[in-house]
């Protein structure tokens, strides 16, 4: 079954809120990456955290990876319609074969 | 670079036709992966290849057959159709040292929607 959750699955927000998105992993990840999915496209690569407790920023967007690195944040501040769309984390579990599992996805609609 | 490109964008099948989605890559990765997207599950690993002639399962195989003769190219077979697999294919591509793939983003095309009536 699904080993990586995202919570939420939906937020509206006005532009100008903040955003945070959840990803949580039944078991210890090796990596976390995060991708975005515009409406209608495909997932585009952000970022990638590797290291246990590591936090990166990409202006607007804060990129946190847990202690036990079996959970990671995504935080937008000052939300902008531009930021529309659904939001994945995925990650390298560290049973089996090296395959990238990906969370759920947080779909994110911004109001003007 | 034309980067991943996926054939045919939209597709409607009858339950129990068969056909094929095509996928290419022009930046000579080793490792390329098909995934289903469906409402509410993100996205689901079918089946990838870590190079040519070497293919594996994921987590949704079952229906779907794959095979590599050339790093370019990673086609999705459907058997034979069933509304289940209704659905928006991915084919993604990435770099796979042998540190391991997953380290690396992974490229995906514009996908296919596939609708099987």
């Known amino acids: 079954g699904q080993q990586v959750m995202q919570i939420p699955q939906y937020q509206h927000v006005q532009e100008g809120e903040d955003f945070t998105t959840y990803c949580n992993s039944s078991?210890?990840?090796?990596?976390i990456q995060w991708y975005k999915q515009r409406p209608g496209g495909h997932p585009v690569f952000l970022i990638q955290?590797?290291?246990?407790?590591e936090v990166k920023k990409q202006k607007r967007l804060t990129f946190q990876f847990g202690e036990a690195k079996k959970n990671s944040s995504l935080h937008i501040t000052a939300t902008q319609t531009t930021d529309v769309g659904t939001y994945f984390c995925a990650g390298r579990v560290n049973t089996g074969f090296q395959k990238l599992v990906f969370g759920t996805g947080t779909r994110l609609l911004v109001s003007p | 670079n034309a980067g991943v490109t996926q054939t045919p964008k939209f597709q409607v099948l009858k339950t129990g036709q068969s056909m094929t989605l095509q996928c290419a890559q022009d930046m000579n990765h080793e490792y390329m992966s098909w995934y289903r997207q469906d409402p509410g599950m993100g996205l689901r690993l079918i089946h990838y290849?870590?190079?040519?002639?070497?293919?594996d399962q994921g987590e949704v195989p079952n229906g779907y057959n794959v095979s590599r003769s050339t790093t370019e190219d990673f086609p999705l077979r459907l058997l034979s159709a069933a509304p289940s697999q209704t659905s928006v294919y991915f084919c993604a591509s990435s770099y796979a040292p042998s540190t391991g793939f997953s380290y690396y983003e992974q490229y995906f095309g514009p996908g296919t929607r596939l609708t099987v009536t």
């Open positions: 078991t210890t990840l090796s990596n």
């Open positions: 955290l590797v290291k246990s407790g």
């Open positions: 290849s870590v190079g040519a002639g070497i293919t």
